[in-house]
């Protein structure tokens, strides 16, 4: 399996009210390096794909939404995140989760 395809399967496991960050699913895809690609796997998914894949649940490592997605922007992450009971702050112009309540705790697959 290619490693966008492992991306959007672990994301697919991120479970509701939890986040994950680039960092920790590319360690999970097998690539610790890889955290920005993991933001272009997300990126590039289909209209279609977007439905079924909890993109919004994967943040950066300060726990900010940090997309810059026209289409989806970070007022609209933060918004599906508040929707799963996800305590989103806004300050300073971003939007912030605390990694500690709300990290997707997993074991390394």
Known sequence: MNFFKKTISIVKKIPSGHVATY???ATLAGSPRGA???G???HGLAE???R???WHRVINREGRVS???LDHPGEHQ????KKER???QYKDGNYFVDLKKYLWQTQHE
């Open 52 to 54: 079924k894949v909890p």
């Open 40 to 42: 272009w796997a997300l």
């Open 23 to 25: 960092g920790q699913i």
């Open 78 to 81: 933060a918004m599906l995140l």
């Open 67 to 69: 997309t810059t997605c």
């Open 36 to 38: 920005r690609t993991v």
């Open 86 to 88: 996800v305590d989103v």
């Open 48 to 50: 279609k794909e977007l």
